[in-house]
């Protein structure tokens, strides 16, 4: 496996090795020509400096200049006039000039390096060529003064560098390997959200990965933990009609005829309601398996279709529909109306036949309301925050149900990226809400 730190860190070292590389090819154009002429103390400005002279104060004068620049620096100076001519005799020693000319001008044997200047005087217009010889030893005694501070630097770099690099690398690796642990807990089902708390704190892109992450964990460990449960709780609501089945059953084998009469009534009702309970068990397992793409919902057209189908099933009951104008809606039109359909049937059993059921939609931002408000006895608060669980009934509910409607509910609500709000009206009844964005949130 090609390691994402080695290939990081990889990188920074090329940079860095580039970077040497050029210093070097700097370093070698430092021992130029041009750059010793215009860096050296002893020959920098030198040319200037020595006409000025010549023609202020005459031939005697250049020459000491000359005199005392070998003494100081130990460097031969030679200049001549536009002709070849020496204007003045110099500090090349006639020894020198001999063992030059022996060897064939091939300058890489002799002792002293020999560099040319050309100056124009900017006062009477005449060219001077200043011929110097530096002896090999000063000139690289020079060259090791000079660029030992930029050694120094390049040295102190590199090594600066290469902490920064790897603190950059370990910054991205080190999040990316906790990112990998948490994935591997997440399919082991061992996943711990705090796992990433300190990840998530961070201000960066990965502070943001883990925080998305850490939503999505406990999302899916919700997930998984409802459908456990809801696996427990179903196992557990199908044993009871089963077992009346099961003696209903036994009792029609050892009937006589007419006996035997009776009791299919009774098993009718019980497959019946053997049936409705896996019909809302699939009802609820196919809310969170909805893969269509959501579209516009009519809700004038969809709560007007629920309300029929309500006062149908119970005529005594009545129902005001208060629908806002403007309001807008896109979703899954099924998943909404079997949901809105749960809790207006829920109310339709609580309801006095003398009130009104209230199905309303409003508009609050970039939100939809959908409540259905009832005039029953309401629910006690401590039972609040367990309605909507899969099977769970208030304690001395006497109406028909298998405690299913208010969890499709809550589970479509969602699916929406929304909620379902339940509570008490505070003047007496029972209201619930489905709190739903106007656009689905993608992928809740």
């Known amino acids: 496996m090609r390691s994402l730190f080695w290939r990081i860190l990889a990188s920074f070292w090329l940079a860095i090795a580039l970077v040497a590389g050029l210093s070097v090819l700097l370093g070698h154009m430092l021992n130029q020509d041009a750059w010793i002429l215009s860096r050296h103390p002893a020959v920098k400005d030198f040319a200037q400096q020595w006409v000025e002279r010549y023609e202020g104060k005459g031939s005697d004068a250049a020459q000491q200049m000359l005199e005392h620049r070998k003494r100081r620096f130990h460097i031969d100076t030679q200049v001549l006039n536009e002709t070849g001519e020496a204007v003045v005799p110099g500090t090349f020693p006639r020894r020198a000039a001999a063992f030059e000319a022996r060897q064939n001008d091939n300058e890489r044997n002799l002792p002293w390096r020999r560099l040319t200047a050309e100056y124009t005087s900017p006062k009477t217009g005449d060219t001077f060529l200043l011929i110097y010889r530096i002896p090999h030893p000063d000139l690289e005694a020079w060259h090791r003064e000079s660029l030992l501070m930029p050694i120094s ?43 990433l708390a300190q990840l998530a704190d961070r201000r960066d892109e990965f502070g943001v990965l883990a925080r998305d992450f850490n939503r999505m964990g406990a999302r899916l460990q919700s997930m998984i933990g409802s459908q456990r449960q809801l696996l427990r709780d179903v196992s557990h609501e199908l044993r009871s009609p089963l077992a009346r089945l099961r003696i209903a059953l036994a009792l029609a084998e050892r009937a006589e005829p007419e006996q035997r009469e009776k009791l299919w009534p009774r098993l009718t009702r019980e497959c019946d309601r053997l049936e409705a309970l896996i019909s809302e068990i699939l009802v609820l397992a196919r809310v969170d398996a909805e893969q269509a793409t959501a579209e516009p919902v009519d809700l004038p057209a969809l709560l007007n279709a629920v309300r029929k189908d309500a006062l149908v099933a119970a005529p005594e009951q009545s129902v005001a529909l208060q629908i806002a104008s403007g309001v807008t809606l896109q979703g899954w039109p099924t998943m909404i109306e079997r949901a809105v359909d749960n809790l207006l049937r829920n109310a339709l059993r609580f309801n006095p036949a003398d009130q009104p059921i209230v199905l309303s939609a409003s508009t609050a931002g970039e939100r939809v309301c959908l409540s259905v408000r009832d005039h029953g006895p309401g629910v ?24 299913l409607g208010l969890a499709i509910a809550r589970r479509a609500a969602e699916r929406h990226g929304g909620t379902l709000r339940l509570e008490n009206h505070p003047e007496g009844g029972f209201v619930a809400t489905l709190d739903l964005p106007v656009v689905p949130v993608v992928g809740v």
């Open 153 to 195: 630097a390049l040295v102190i770099a590199l090594v600066v560098l290469t902490l920064f690099s790897l603190m950059v690398t370990l910054s991205i690796t080190r999040p990316l390997s906790r990112l990998r642990g948490a994935v591997h807990d997440l399919g082991q089902t061992t996943y711990q959200q705090n796992s």
């Open 380 to 403: 006690l608060p401590e039972h609040l925050a367990q309605l909507g669980e899969p099977f769970f009934r208030a304690p001395g509910q006497t109406a028909a149900g298998h405690g």
